[in-house]
T-cell receptor, first 120, second 116 residues
Framework: AQKITQTQPGMFVQEKEAVTLDCTYD???????LFWYKQPSSGEMIFLIY??????QNATEGRYSLNFQKARKSANLVISASQLGDSAMYFCAMREGRMYSGGGADGLTFGKGTHLIIQP | GAGVSQSPSNKVTEKGKDVELRCDPISGHTALYWYRQSLGQGLEFLIYFQGNSAPDKSGLPSDRFSAERTGGSVSTLTIQRTQQEDSAVYLCASSSRTGGSGNTIYFGEGSWLTVV
């Protein structure tokens, strides 16, 4: 089974509308972190927002918020008031915190991404 | 600069040639990762370095791939006898610590490798 599932390969949204990008995850760990990254056409991966598994409040960073539903194992990204510059690939990722230094689990497991296009 | 720096940004090579990709992590970051992104795919973990510890090579796809990290800083990913399926963007990332959740990883802009 995939550890990170992003079910929306592509989305078209009108400028200024809110956007929700779906992400579900699969882990048996109690301690883990969930990340969202933006990848514009230039290729670099830009960190957007982080949610820890023990965080009780949903994470927010400016226009980005993470709708964390632990029981459903979902970590959807919400972008409020979308802008043309938001057009990019968006990746959900997870780090499972059970393994510590030297373990590949310290790296991130990524979903396949959602291609978001904001239309004027 | 303050970010993760990778070179070359673009590389076109002939099948069978060796290539070297370089990564200069953020100063002070002890953890360094190499990932690969093929067209239309998510990121594939390749290798992970943490300080002077033995690297985690579990993601390397074949023995044609190797990586080293000198002095706990700069890393070089080497692909020997390149094949067309090696064509991808190779992304390097670094982070300030390891162990547990909540550690942000910063990515470079990637090296675009095309094998013809």
């Amino acid at each position: 089974a995939q550890k990170i599932t992003q079910t929306q390969p592509g989305m078209f949204v009108q400028e200024k509308e809110a956007v929700t990008l779906d992400c579900t995850y699969d882990t048996s760990d109690q301690s883990y972190g969930l990340f969202w990254y933006k990848q514009p056409s230039s290729g670099e991966m830009i960190f957007l927002i982080y949610q820890g598994s023990y965080d009780e409040q949903n994470a927010t960073e400016g226009r980005y918020s993470l709708n964390f539903q632990k029981a459903r194992k979902s970590a959807n990204l919400v972008i409020s008031a979308s802008q043309l510059g938001d057009s990019a690939m968006y990746f959900c990722a997870m780090r499972e915190g059970r393994m510590y230094s030297g373990g590949g689990a310290d790296g991130l497991t990524f979903g396949k991404g959602t291609h978001l296009i904001i239309q004027p | 600069g303050a970010g993760v720096s990778q070179s070359p940004s673009n590389k076109v090579t002939e099948k069978g040639k060796d290539v070297e990709l370089r990564c200069d992590p953020i100063s002070g970051h002890t953890a360094l990762y190499w990932y690969r992104q093929s067209l239309g795919q998510g990121l594939e973990f390749l290798i992970y370095f943490q300080g002077n510890s033995a690297p985690d090579k579990s993601g390397l796809p074949s023995d044609r791939f190797s990586a080293e990290r000198t002095g706990g800083s700069v890393s070089t990913l080497t692909i020997q006898r390149t094949q067309q399926e090696d064509s991808a963007v190779y992304l390097c990332a670094s982070s300030s610590r390891t162990g547990g959740s909540g550690n942000t990883i910063y990515f470079g802009e990637g090296s675009w490798l095309t094998v013809v």
